[in-house]
């Protein structure tokens, strides 16, 4: 029976949310490029304009390297999907694209 009460006040569902590899208009960055998230939400990486792209986190935390995504990919409309793991403490989680890093392609995962 406590069990039960317990499980029902469970949190929010998480959230899914994309990013977009390459703007629109053609500019090398992402979109957006600053997103709040919290820790077992997913984001979707979709590749968009001037590929190719990638997504490397910045340091050698556990977290960074799952959502690191080192295989560049070079279709429009290629994607791939993390998840904030559920221990990542919260912060900004710089991220970056190998080949447009010199171009400033920089992006930031807020975890709350
Ligand atoms: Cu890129």
Same mark, same amino acid.
């Given at each position: 029976m406590v ?9 929010a569902?998480?959230a899914?949310y ?9 500019m090398?960055?992402f979109?957006p490029s600053k997103?709040?998230?919290?820790p077992?939400?997913t984001v979707?990486?979709i590749? &968009? ?6 997504a490397?986190?910045?340091?050698s935390?556990?977290v960074?390297q799952e959502?690191?995504h080192?295989?560049l990919?070079f279709?429009p409309g290629? &994607?791939?999907t993390?998840t904030?793991p ?6 900004d989680y ?7 890093r010199?171009a ?6 807020i975890?709350?």
């Amino acid at each position: 029976m406590v069990s039960s009460l317990v499980f029902n006040a469970s949190p929010a569902a998480a959230a899914t949310y994309e990013v977009k590899m390459g703007a629109d208009n053609g500019m090398l960055s992402f979109v957006p490029s600053k997103l709040e998230v919290q820790p077992g939400d997913t984001v979707k990486f979709i590749n &968009n304009k001037l590929a190719p792209h990638n997504a490397v986190f910045e340091g050698s935390s556990d977290v960074a390297q799952e959502l690191t995504h080192k295989q560049l990919m070079f279709s429009p409309g290629e &994607n791939y999907t993390v998840t904030v793991p559920s221990d990542a403490s919260s912060g900004d989680y710089t991220y970056y694209c190998e080949p447009h890093r010199g171009a400033g392609m920089v992006g930031h995962l807020i975890v709350k």
